[in-house]
């Protein structure tokens, strides 16, 4: 064990920090060096192993500073938004476990209650923040505990967000003792929007937003000054009312081709020592995402009624390039779902084709708006839903298995499930011009099994998404949803080997159900099976169950999905076959099934 008290830049200062008791043995002046150490450490680790990257080397002294003055875990600490956590992830206690960050049964990408009593509160979604620690910082006042610190860090444009309002309204009357850090970088995953974003890049510091609000205001500083942010932070120790503490930082810091591409370095690829943050990908297909960008173009320059609207994700949606072509048409709103989809809604009242592009999860955080001011109006706006289903190692805050549960009950609305990119061309082309209502378009992250050549030729438009046979049989149906195509047809050339012969339907409209199609084929089968990548329960084979018992018609029907649970973190692979849903347990779990019959 070396001294800490010792002041020499040979020594590994993150070899003997594990926990933030640790950390505090150190000199202040020790402190840039630890910081230099432990930049390096995650730049290594997630060049190998994959994960988000710019956003965490944008708070490393931030991080530093607050376990050296704050008494963590006790003084309640929130991230907002949680994939900048690597740095604190490995002061407190996960340092020798950090690699498996991300993977099957590793850690988590996010804060999580249940991982570490370091993490106060779990934040995948963005906003939450305040909202929480006031809680916490209330919950301490009720219980006698004056001197508890309460800290949320907003950072990546999490300000922008409704929710964040109505924490900072609720705040300042409260008298909470909460200290809201705003980690000011300038950008989420794409540069940040909108009028807060311009206040902050121009602040008063004697009269602000957050002035205005009755809060305290001190900054902005130096969020790379590991030292000086020391010292702010024990100047805010002192003070117990609610107070707002003004960073600047800079997304990427340290890693230079990081700091030049913020957007391209905001995550990386996965399990691979890399070069660039998309070395590894599959070259040859375009991702759902891409086919969308490309499609929305093509539309858009072909009409000007062509609007698009995304809530601070144009580059994770696709919608970026359109956004370049046409800024008057596309608008990225900021992390504001709620207002996105009543926005859509405006326009599309009006007599413009909008296109909502806006991530499974995501969409969650505007469910009443979607409901009260879309589909109780019927208005026609074409929500273009990315990653629903299972996303991989982005885990449970990510997993978009809950959309069609969510979706299923709602008036008037059309629910459609590309299963490749050329079904998601197709049904952005068909509703662009035959809309009369919302759409639900959803489909997977990932690859779509489409190149560019394959968008050469414009898809009719006279054509409605329904069902289409993918493949002949008369013993077994399986009605495939969605990106569960190829898992079907594999589990039907399994069946053939044993001279079983097995019905592969592409089920591309979820609702409302084909009811002449299903009746014709349900009287052909006493066996029916439905795959999908989304919840079981509320679900699209349970809404096939449901039409079988309403009709009255006498057939077994089996339903494969993910059951009520948190789904896992790890490939999708791995996920798929951890819940049953690849194509080899699929098949032995029939094939059991078809035995006991017999």
């Not at 050469?456 to 149906?477: E, H, N």
């Not at 052909?524 to 169950?545: A, C, M, N, P, W």
């Not at 798929?576 to 094939?591: E, P, R, T, V």
């Amino acid at each position: 064990m070396f001294n800490f008290a010792e002041l020499n830049t040979s020594i590994n200062f993150l070899e003997e920090i594990n926990f933030p008791e640790d950390l505090r043995k150190l000199k202040p002046e020790q402190l840039p060096e630890l910081c230099k150490q432990l930049r390096e450490y995650i730049i290594d680790t997630v060049r190998t192993h994959g994960g988000h990257f710019a956003a965490n080397l944008g708070v490393i002294e931030l991080t530093v500073a607050l376990h050296y003055v704050f008494n963590t875990p006790d003084d309640r600490l929130v991230w907002d938004v949680g994939h900048q956590a690597y740095a604190h992830k490995i002061l407190t206690g996960r340092k020798n476990s950090f690699h498996t960050n991300r993977k099957f049964g590793g850690l988590s990408g996010f804060p999580k209650i249940s991982e570490s009593p370091f993490d106060a509160f779990g934040t995948g979604h963005s906003s939450t923040s305040i909202s929480a620690i006031l809680g916490m910082a209330m919950a301490s006042k009720l219980d006698g505990n004056s001197g508890r610190q309460h800290i949320a860090v907003v950072g990546d444009g999490a300000l922008t967000a409704g929710q964040a309002f109505e924490g900072l309204n609720n705040l300042s009357p409260s008298s909470g003792n909460v200290l809201i850090l705003v980690n000011d970088n300038n950008i989420g995953i794409d540069e940040n929007t909108g009028a807060i974003n311009r206040h902050l890049n121009s602040i008063n510091r004697q009269q602000n937003i957050f002035t205005d609000l009755g809060l305290d205001y001190a900054g902005p500083v130096d969020g790379h000054d590991v030292i000086l942010l020391v010292d702010e932070f024990k100047k805010q120790k002192e003070i117990r009312t609610p107070r707002v503490l003004h960073i600047k930082t800079v997304k990427g810091k340290g890693y230079e081709p990081a700091e030049k591409e913020q957007t391209k370095w905001h995550s990386t690829s996965k399990y691979v020592k890399i070069k660039e943050p998309t070395e590894g990908q599959n070259k040859n297909s375009l991702k759902y995402q891409d086919v969308l960008g490309e499609t929305l173009l093509e539309l858009a320059s072909n009409s000007e009624k062509i609007v698009g609207i995304t809530p601070a994700m144009p580059t994770g949606s696709g919608m970026i390039k359109a956004m370049k072509a046409y800024p008057d048409r596309f608008f990225d709103v900021g992390i504001a779902e709620q207002h996105a989809v009543t926005f859509a809604g405006g326009l599309a009242g009006e007599g413009f084709v909008v296109f909502c592009c806006i991530y499974s999860t995501f969409l969650q955080r505007g469910y009443d708006q979607l409901i009260h001011d879309i589909c109780l109006q019927n208005l026609p706006v074409i929500f273009c839903i990315d990653r629903a289903g299972n996303v991989g190692d982005d885990g449970p805050t990510h997993h978009g298995i809950f959309d069609i549960a969510m979706l299923n009950p709602l008036p008037n609305l059309q629910i459609v499930a590309p299963s490749n990119g050329s079904e998601l061309r197709q049904c952005m082309h068909y509703y662009a011009k035959n809309l009369h209502g919302p759409v639900c378009i959803r489909y997977p992250k990932g690859y779509s099994n489409t190149d560019l050549s394959e968008l050469k030729f414009l898809p009719k438009t006279d054509v409605a998404p329904g069902m289409s046979c993918l493949k002949q049989g008369s013993d077994l149906l399986i009605l495939s949803l969605g990106n569960m195509r190829e898992t079907a047809l594999e589990v039907s050339e399994e069946f053939n080997k044993i001279n079983i012969s097995v019905a592969v339907y592409n089920q591309l409209l979820v609702k409302p159900l084909n009811s002449i199609i299903l009746k014709d084929l349900f009287s052909k089968y006493s066996l029916v099976v439905t795959l999908e990548d989304g919840s079981i329960t509320g679900g699209f084979g349970q809404r096939i169950r449901a039409y079988a018992d309403e009709e009255n018609i006498n057939i077994r029907v089996f339903n494969f999905g993910y059951p009520e649970t948190v789904l896992e973190q790890g490939t999708q692979e791995e996920i798929m076959d951890h819940y049953g849903l690849s194509a080899n347990k699929i098949f032995h779990k029939l094939k059991m099934i078809i035995n006991n019959r017999l």
